[in-house]
């Protein structure tokens, strides 16, 4: 059952086909997009969505979001405006059997929200041992294979981890950290920890492990996505190899985008992320290799209980909620960086569907319509109650965001209106 | 700008950190200390200002030293003093910090002291009782972490005061372990806001915090270099139990570089004095001659220590 | 009795003089050989006067209050805490308590407190210059100069002049 659906008077903004045009209707049919601007031939519009002073986009695509209730959390992705979300693996027990990413995919189609699209564990358990059924794992839906935050420690298991999925040209998504540098640092190591006596992280934690990983690509060929990167340093590294044409992407933490180690204030334990946010310097790098499109922007959204977040800082799990605050903070950054709307909107949509290698992200003509109808002013305070994920961990509560999800569509059906 | 150790009046509630503390407030809890120290050499060593107080002694981290010694203090101010050694097994049997503080609060605790591992975690609980509106119960840090220890940073300024009048024109070291040491902090932040003008960290790379020098203290690795005319010398205990990983080599070597020996100390002023927190590590970190000399007031630092614990407590009781 | 003139303004003494006079009253009580104890700040500077007075050799004793106060819960400790030094042994004692002004009786009875902290005097006396009434608490002087009648919001204060002279000043609450 698919409606025919024209989406009126919005603002479309296609970043990839490179599409910005006020009041242009948007045409949907079978679930796809069927025209912009001029209806399709014998079109006869069956629902008629109003978007007078909204943008519509392509529909976020998400890299990094953990569904712990899943139910609670593809309705707060929808609110957010994300119509695909990638799920790292290290849910409980993690996705390292076919069966179990079986189950996470026929469970997202049933609750019919966003799309699910599942990372399998690169290793049994995410031990960085012993290889997973990377194949199997394929065929249940697995679009990639990842170890989470967790390190393989074992240079020689990450090897023959990367040229097995070399074999078959599965990626690998890996979160460079170097296990001995990062196992008892909770903070960025700098002024911020020296003075608040928090073990820091150093910057070396995350570049050694990008070396190693870069070295590793360019022995096996595997292609490599590299998620969450926290310094400048290690962004440059990436992108020296990035020249050096090696199949390496890489993605950037909302939040590592606004916030540095200054805003652990007094111990704010909401300002605890693993990678931990580092210096202003850190910061601006992140944010002009996002400006220059060489990194995509993902929420990495964790849900975290109130009771493992109101501890001592080293003892709160890092963090925060991501989903529903995309869209506003994403705008947020995109005011301080001073780039366009389009831009913005490119770095959720069609750069994580080029990591992905998905024929999504885009308001083409046949492909799957996946949209987001939003009001880029519209004002809405953080609260709890706002939110529609379980996780209301936040360095933001009670602060006033800017930019609200109106209305989703996945596959051209209507699965969240505000 | 928001100091969650101050009331509205800019008075001081809870003691969290000398950091962020202007410098009144830090001469208020000198002075007051100094009336306090005539209390403790009367007959009758008590005056009523906590009387019908409970004050809960909150120590996740083991200390008897410590925690004797604010028992003291808040008695001698007569206040009921209630004892809680939590360690971690019972704190894993499920209740958390807060938790625990709720339940205290609600037997009429009317003043924390809290000693804890993690750094932070007297802020957690001030900003608690802030959200609750208990703004009638109060927090002093008995020591969080590698964060702060601010009664004995204060501690340590009484005694400098003490023996050297004014801050102003003294050259201070601090020996040792830094990176790991809450007091070396809470010395270092104290020293800088009463206007000492040189502050000087002396110690191996590994113990060292970077930035160090970004609050205002000049680094020395050579001990030699870094004693040279200074008036106080502040040896930190090379801690054991904080260390995690492969800082040092041996006690031995870090003895032979960083140890306070006779020799080392003529190269300060002649009426410097030796300082240290305790406990003391004997051939570790501080030769016997020097420990049990008599530029050492290391027994002084303790007798001081009751009447500074006085004085915060009747102060932020009293806000 | 001092009261306000028709001005609402009081004609105030001399308090040098009223230290003499103060003085002429305990002369005749020196038998007992009491010790002087002085409330800071007032009660201190008139007891030195007092000590030059009446050619004693003992020491004065200071005390401060600050400890021994009832208002703690309301106004916190009082920012300046000044030294309470007691140079002889209260115990069997009789002693001389001596303040400038004396008005609810409330920081009498915290000296009083204080002092049995000390050891059990013997006895206690009150030596005050100014009485301005308004008792709170069944407390009176033994020895008093002046009974001064203040109208609301005003405050008795001593001070001592550059020159180490001590005289009375009125203050507007």
């Known amino acids: ?418 | 700008m928001y100091n969650p150790q101050l009331n509205k009046d800019g008075e001081l509630t809870h003691l969290l950190s000398i950091e962020g503390l202007p410098k009144r407030i830090l001469d208020q809890i000198l002075d007051t200390a100094a009336s306090f120290m005539e209390v403790s050499a009367r007959e009758v060593k008590k005056v009523p200002l906590l009387r019908g107080k409970s004050v809960f002694n909150l120590f996740f981290e083991n200390s008897t030293r410590t925690r004797t010694t604010f028992e003291i203090a808040a008695k001698r101010l007569s206040a009921d003093v209630i004892n809680l050694d939590i360690n971690k097994s019972s704190a894993s049997k499920g209740e958390t910090l807060l938790d625990t503080i709720d339940n205290l609060c609600a037997m009429h605790a009317n003043l924390f002291v809290v000693r804890h591992a993690s750094s932070g975690a007297p802020y957690l609980i001030a900003e608690h009782l802030r959200k609750a509106g208990r703004d009638d119960i109060h927090v002093v840090n008995a020591g969080d972490g590698r964060h702060a220890h601010p009664t004995q940073g204060l501690l340590d300024m009484y005694t400098i005061r003490h023996y050297k009048k004014d801050f102003t024109q003294l050259r201070v070291a601090i020996v040792g372990d830094i990176l790991h040491s809450r007091v070396a902090r809470s010395d270092i932040h104290a020293l800088t806001t009463l206007g000492v003008p040189e502050v000087r960290a002396i110690g191996p790379e590994t113990l060292l915090p970077k930035h160090l020098d970004k609050l205002g203290v000049h680094v020395f690795h050579d001990m030699e270099e870094g004693l040279k005319d200074c008036d106080v010398v502040i040896m930190l205990r090379l801690q054991n139990e904080r260390m995690t990983g492969a800082l040092l080599p041996s006690a031995g070597e870090y003895f032979r570089h960083y140890g306070l020996t006779p020799q080392k100390l003529a190269l300060a002023k002649p009426d410097a004095i030796v300082m240290h927190p305790g406990p003391m590590n004997r051939g570790v970190e501080i030769h016997s001659a020097v420990a049990d000399g008599s530029q050492a007031v290391i027994l002084p630092q303790v007798t001081f220590g009751i009447a500074v614990r006085m004085a915060v407590m009747s102060i932020v009781a009293g806000n | 009795m001092s009261a306000p003139n028709n001005a609402g303004v009081v004609a105030l003494p001399d308090a040098e003089a009223q230290c003499r006079q103060l003085a002429d009253l305990i002369r005749p009580h020196l038998s007992r050989n009491p010790a002087l104890v002085g409330i800071h700040s007032g009660g201190v500077w008139i007891a030195g006067r007092l000590r030059e007075l009446l050619g004693l050799t003992e020491e004065i004793g200071m005390i401060d209050v600050s400890f021994y106060r009832d208002d703690f819960a309301e106004k916190g400790l009082h920012p300046q805490v000044k030294p309470t030094a007691i140079p002889f042994d209260v115990e069997g004692r009789h002693l001389i308590l001596i303040d400038d002004v004396l008005y609810t009786g409330r920081t009498t009875r915290a000296a009083i407190n204080e002092l049995f902290d000390y050891g059990r005097p013997a006895s206690i006396a009150l030596a005050v210059l100014a009485d301005r009434g308004g008792r709170e608490l069944p407390v009176a002087a033994t020895w008093n100069t002046w009974d001064v009648a203040l109208a609301d919001g005003q405050s008795l204060v001593l001070e001592r002049k550059d020159n180490g002279e001590l005289a009375w000043r009125l203050e507007n609450v």
């Not at chain 1, 025919?4 to 948007?26: A, F, M, Q, Y």
């Not at chain 1, 950054?333 to 992905?356: K, M, Y």
Request: contains cysteine; glycine residues 10%; proline residues 6%.
């Open chain 1, 1 to 418: 059952m698919s409606t025919n659906i024209v989406i009126e008077n919005g603002r479309l903004i296609c970043p990839k086909n490179r599409v910005d045009r006020s009041s242009t209707p948007l045409y949907i049919q079978n679930g796809k997009m069927a025209g912009i601007g001029e209806a399709p031939a014998g079109f006869v519009a069956e629902q008629r969505i109003d978007a007078t002073g909204c943008v519509v986009s392509p529909g976020f695509i998400d890299l990094g979001a953990r569904l712990n209730s899943i139910e609670a959390e593809l309705a707060a992705a929808v609110a957010g405006g994300v119509t695909s979300v990638v799920v790292p693996p290290d849910a409980d027990p993690p996705l390292d059997e076919p069966e179990l990413a079986d189950r996470l995919v026929h469970r997202g189609k049933e609750i019919r929200k966003a799309r699910v699209l599942p990372l399998g564990a690169l290793t049994l358990g995410l031990k960085g041992e012993r290889l997973a059924e990377l194949a199997g794992l394929k065929k249940a839906g697995c679009v990639a294979f990842s170890q989470a935050n967790k390190t393989v420690v074992d240079t020689e298991a990450l090897l023959r981890a990367m040229e097995y999925a070399a074999t078959f040209g599965f990626a690998v998504w890996l979160q460079p950290q170097d296990h001995w540098l990062s196992r008892n640092g909770i903070a960025h190591e700098g002024e911020v920890a020296s003075r608040l006596g928090l073990a820091g992280i150093p910057v070396a934690a995350e570049t050694i492990a990008i070396g190693t990983i870069i070295q590793l690509v360019r022995i096996t060929g595997c292609r490599v996505h590299l998620t969450r990167i926290s310094s400048a340093a290690g962004m440059a590294l990436i992108q020296r190899a990035q020249l050096d044409q090696l199949p390496i992407t890489c993605d950037v933490g909302i939040h590592h985008l606004l916030l540095t180690d200054n805003d652990i204030g007094y111990f704010n334990p909401h300002a605890r992320f693993c990678p931990p946010l580092r210096s202003q310097n850190d910061r601006q790098a992140l944010s002009d290799a996002v400006v220059a499109g060489r990194a995509a922007i993902c929420s990495d959204h964790t849900p975290v209980g109130a009771d493992d977040k109101l501890l001592p800082f080293g003892e709160a799990k890092p963090g925060a909620t991501g989903l529903e605050v995309l869209l506003p903070l994403t705008l947020k950054w995109a005011e301080s960086a001073n780039v366009d709307l389009p831009t913005a909107l490119a770095r959720i949509t069609s750069a994580p569907a080029e990591v992905l290698g998905v024929e999504r992200g885009s308001l083409s003509t046949g492909t799957v319509a996946d949209l987001c109808i939003f009001d880029p002013e519209a004002t809405w305070q953080l609260t709890p109650e706002a939110l529609k994920s379980r996780g209301k961990n936040s360095p933001w509560t009670g602060y006033p965001m800017t930019g609200k999800v109106k209305a989703t569509l996945v596959s051209g059906r209507v699965v969240y209106q505000a």
